[in-house]
Structures are given as structure tokens and as C-alpha cells.
């Protein structure tokens, strides 16, 4: 094509200098007129006429950089028409091609893209991405909050922005040649988290097939935040801990006297007080067990609450009424006030009843002889209503409240024990309010009493 273009321009070339030779010679000879004379009318004819042929020659050239610099600009839309039927014509359909080809492929790389980025943001896991010099290059918002990362983070070191050898350690040994690395990362206070890390190597997309050069390797690490795992995995084992701890006490205390009594003392007159022992041991067996099961069903969510509108002044009254005998023993008052018989609340009757039992079963356990409990209840604006258990006993450490409401947790345990108790009390209590879609908290000031609130939907009108 180059040559035969080229041959166009010559012979037009050569054509023009052959026609104003003829015109300039004819003006000479045949006219009389000086050299410079016909030199000039010569110039003036060929001006124009050699205008109009640089136009036809370099029109479509000029056309076609146009276009090449629209598609630069990627501001291409349209196809341009060259009416010519030599090579140029076929130049400017290939360069049209090319710019629908390289269009589509553009747009193909765009989606992908944004697909990527869509699904990076989507993410509940946090993703770093380094380079071949293990420098960043891109962090998802993710990341930045689970690690509360500064914007800019792009083209510093993992060690610069996260503070943690065992991971810089880590990339290094992804991007020098391992595949995969994985490791569990502690990150220090505040906000202790603990994360599950796992680091696997990249080939850059201009790297070439089998090329081991670092630069075009690079890694990428994914962080889940197992934190809350690692919590749960520490209450199931202190839990399963408290558990065996509850129910080998009395176990040992029924078999140790249930032996003795097998050895020839069924016979003694203190054979009666040892079976008191055992049976007294196994009602506290069989009270762990059902306050498991109970706390069992809750948790697994099959408990089936039969809603129904409650009078709170009668569920008050008959709780009361259950825990007369233990109220007079320790001489405790108990008063209610603000309880108005017109406050209703929506709720089990069954499963509210155990709530109050359970909260004024603490309070007459743990305030003190000849005091006053007090219950309470007023409406909060909210379409709910918030109850309160108050007594006057020891109250609670500070440091102690957060954890009240777990699973075999006692402030003071032997003191607990000897009273009975179970540690399940305020944790069913917890679970039961949170069924009827109410909230449970407490305060206290140790030495002066504690006060337990929660809340229950008021009856709808």
C-alpha cells in the first residue's frame, strides 16, 4: 500500500512540474514575454491547482489522525467516509475496526471493574492487595473499618499501616515464592479484635508466563474477624467448666452419704439426716437440670409463648403471694409502687411469672434481714413499660455488673452456693424478656443494693 501511494504522489508530482514547464515555455516562445513574466503567470495557474491536489492527497491523512486522536480520547462516535478507491480507504475501515474493537473491550474491562469493586465493597471480610515490592495496592472499605485505617494507604507497607511483623512476615514469604500462608492476628487495644488471616500469592497481569521476578508477583490477604468465635468458643468451655463444676458438688456430697449409708449406718439414728442431705442435693441436681433445659429451649428458640394481655398488678400480686413463706422467714417487706391496676403489659404468663420469681428470689436472698424490696413500673413513652426490683442488701462490684446475666456467673460464690442458688436465675430471666421483645439491665452500688429494670410491650389498644 506504502508504494503504491507513493507512486500516486510522483506522478502527480511530476505531472504538475511537466505542465507548468509547457505553460511557462509556451508563455516564452510563442507570447514574447520575458522569463520572469511567464515564471510568474506560471505561479499563479499552478497556486490553486496545486492546492486543490495537496487536498485530495492529504485530506484522508488528516482524517485519519483525526480519528486516531478521538480514539486516544476515546471521544470517537462516528465513522468517517474517504472516497477514494486506494489503499487509504482501506487504512481508515482498519482503523475504524480497531476502534470498535478496542470500544468493546474498554467497555468489557469497565464492567469488570466495576463488578470488582461492587463485590470488594459487598465484602464483610477485609481485603489487602499488594504489589511485588510489598507495597499496597488497594485496601477495601472493609478493611479500613475493621482496622480503622487512615485514606490514604496506597504505595506504603503493610508494616507502615497495621503495625504487625507476623503479617509483614508473611507477605514477604507469599511474594518471595509460597503459595499460601495463613495466621491468626491479635491486635492490641483499643478495640482488641482477634483475626484469621490468610495470604495468597498473585500474578500480575503483565507478567509473563512463568516469570519469577518480583515484579511480577505480588500477594493478597484476606481477614476474617473471628473475634466473636473466639468469645463464644470461651463461654462454651467455661460454660461446659461451671457445668461440671455445679453438678459434681452435689453428686459427690449424694454418693459420699448414699455409701455411708450402704456401709451399716441405715441403722443409726443419723441415717435420717443423711438421707435429708441426699435428698437436698438432688432437688438442687434436678433445679440445675430444669434451668438448663429451660435456658436450652430459649436459646434454640422453640419457646412457644402464648401472648395474652396480663394485668401487671395481678402478676405482681400472685408472685408475692408464691414467696410468702421465704419473704416472712427473713422478716423482708416488700411494697409496690406506681403499679396502677390499669398497666397492662402482652407476654406469657408462665414465663413472666418466672421472671418476677426469679428477680425477688435474688433480692430476698441477697438483701438483708428486716429490709425492703421494692417493685415498681411506669410507662416510658415508648409503648412499653419499665418494671424495677429494688432491694437493700450488698449490692454489686462495679466491675461485676457487665457480667451478671451470664450463664453460671456469681459474684460471690460461695456465698451463692450456700444459698442455693444456681447461677441460671438472671441469664433465664435475660433470654425470657428478650422473647417478649424487652431489654434487662441493672445497677447497684455495692454495699447499698442493687436494682434490677426490664421492659415489656405495653397491651395494644
Given at each position: 500500500m506504502r508504494?503504491?501511494?507513493?507512486?500516486?504522489?510522483?506522478?502527480?508530482?511530476?505531472?504538475?512540474?511537466?505542465?507548468?514547464l509547457l505553460i511557462q515555455g509556451g508563455l516564452f516562445f510563442l507570447l514574447g514575454?520575458?522569463?520572469?513574466?511567464?515564471?510568474?503567470?506560471?505561479?499563479?495557474?499552478?497556486?490553486?491547482?496545486?492546492?486543490?491536489?495537496?487536498?485530495?492527497?492529504t485530506g484522508p491523512v488528516l482524517k485519519m489522525t483525526e480519528k486516531v486522536q478521538k480514539i486516544v480520547l476515546r471521544?470517537?462516535?462516528?465513522?468517517?467516509q474517504v472516497y477514494s478507491n486506494d489503499d487509504l480507504e482501506g487504512l481508515l475501515k482498519t482503523i475504524d475496526e480497531m476502534d470498535s474493537q478496542l470500544g468493546k473491550r474498554i467497555d468489557e474491562i469497565s464492567r469488570e471493574k466495576d463488578y470488582l469493586q461492587t463485590i470488594l465493597r459487598g465484602m464483610i471480610e477485609g481485603v489487602l492487595l499488594v504489589?511485588?515490592?510489598?507495597?499496597?495496592?488497594?485496601?477495601?472499605s472493609a478493611l479500613r473499618q475493621l482496622l480503622n485505617l487512615s485514606a490514604n494507604v496506597t504505595d506504603k507497607t503493610p508494616l507502615e499501616i497495621i503495625r504487625n511483623a507476623e503479617l509483614e512476615r508473611a507477605i514477604r514469604k507469599v511474594i518471595q515464592g509460597e503459595n499460601k500462608v495463613s495466621l491468626e492476628l491479635k491486635m492490641p487495644a483499643p478495640g482488641e479484635k482477634i483475626?484469621?488471616?490468610?495470604?495468597?500469592?498473585?500474578?500480575?497481569s503483565s507478567a509473563e508466563p512463568g516469570e519469577k521476578s518480583e515484579k511480577g508477583r505480588g500477594a493478597i490477604a484476606v481477614f476474617h474477624d473471628i473475634t466473636r468465635?473466639?468469645?463464644?468458643?470461651?463461654?462454651?468451655?467455661?460454660?461446659?467448666?461451671n457445668v461440671s463444676h455445679e453438678l459434681r458438688t452435689?453428686?459427690?456430697?449424694?454418693?459420699?452419704?448414699?455409701?455411708?449409708?450402704?456401709?451399716?449406718?441405715?441403722?443409726?439414728?443419723?441415717?435420717?439426716?443423711?438421707?435429708?442431705?441426699?435428698?437436698?442435693?438432688?432437688?438442687?441436681?434436678?433445679?440445675?437440670?430444669?434451668?438448663?433445659?429451660?435456658?436450652?429451649?430459649?436459646?434454640?428458640?422453640?419457646?412457644?409463648?402464648?401472648?395474652?394481655?396480663?394485668?401487671?398488678?395481678?402478676?405482681?400480686?400472685?408472685?408475692?403471694?408464691?414467696?410468702?413463706?421465704?419473704?416472712?422467714?427473713?422478716?423482708?417487706?416488700?411494697?409496690?409502687?406506681?403499679?396502677?391496676?390499669?398497666?397492662?403489659?402482652?407476654?406469657?404468663?408462665?414465663?413472666?411469672?418466672?421472671?418476677?420469681?426469679?428477680?425477688?428470689?435474688?433480692?430476698?436472698?441477697?438483701?438483708?434481714?428486716g429490709g425492703r424490696i421494692t417493685i415498681s413500673a411506669r410507662e416510658t413513652g415508648q409503648k412499653e413499660i419499665q418494671i424495677s426490683v429494688q432491694?437493700?442488701?450488698?449490692?454489686?462490684?462495679?466491675?461485676?455488673?457487665?457480667?451478671?446475666?451470664?450463664?453460671?456467673?456469681?459474684?460471690?460464690?460461695?456465698?451463692?452456693?450456700?444459698?442455693?442458688?444456681?447461677?441460671?436465675?438472671?441469664?433465664?430471666?435475660?433470654?425470657i424478656v428478650q422473647a417478649h421483645g424487652g431489654k434487662v439491665w441493672a445497677e447497684s452500688e455495692f454495699g447499698k443494693g442493687s436494682t434490677f429494670y426490664f421492659t415489656l410491650p405495653l397491651r395494644r389498644t
Open positions: 508504494l503504491r501511494f507513493q507512486w500516486q504522489f510522483t506522478f502527480i508530482f511530476l505531472l504538475v512540474l511537466f505542465s507548468l514575454r520575458s522569463f520572469l513574466f511567464s515564471f510568474f503567470i506560471c505561479l499563479l495557474i499552478a497556486f490553486p491547482v496545486v492546492i486543490l491536489i495537496s487536498k485530495y492527497l471521544t470517537s462516535d462516528q465513522r468517517i504489589d511485588g515490592r510489598g507495597r499496597i495496592l488497594m485496601v477495601n483475626l484469621d488471616v490468610n495470604v495468597v500469592s498473585i500474578m500480575a468465635l473466639k468469645e463464644l468458643e470461651k463461654v462454651r468451655q467455661d460454660f461446659v467448666a452435689p453428686l459427690t456430697s449424694i454418693k459420699g452419704y448414699a455409701e455411708t449409708l450402704l456401709d451399716g449406718a441405715l441403722k443409726d439414728e443419723i441415717a435420717y439426716q443423711f438421707v435429708q442431705v441426699i435428698k437436698r442435693h438432688s432437688d438442687r441436681l434436678a433445679k440445675i437440670v430444669e434451668d438448663l433445659l429451660t435456658l436450652s429451649k430459649i436459646e434454640s428458640r422453640e419457646l412457644d409463648l402464648k401472648i395474652e394481655s396480663l394485668s401487671l398488678s395481678d402478676l405482681v400480686n400472685d408472685v408475692i403471694a408464691l414467696l410468702t413463706e421465704t419473704v416472712e422467714k427473713k422478716k423482708i417487706s416488700i411494697s409496690r409502687q406506681e403499679i396502677l391496676s390499669s398497666l397492662a403489659v402482652e407476654g406469657d404468663r408462665n414465663y413472666l411469672e418466672q421472671v418476677f420469681v426469679n428477680l425477688l428470689d435474688n433480692a430476698i436472698k441477697y438483701g438483708r434481714a432491694d437493700d442488701g450488698m449490692g454489686i462490684p462495679e466491675q461485676d455488673l457487665p457480667r451478671i446475666f451470664e450463664r453460671f456467673y456469681r459474684v460471690d460464690k460461695g456465698r451463692s452456693q450456700e444459698l442455693g442458688g444456681t447461677g441460671l436465675g438472671l441469664s433465664i430471666v435475660k433470654h
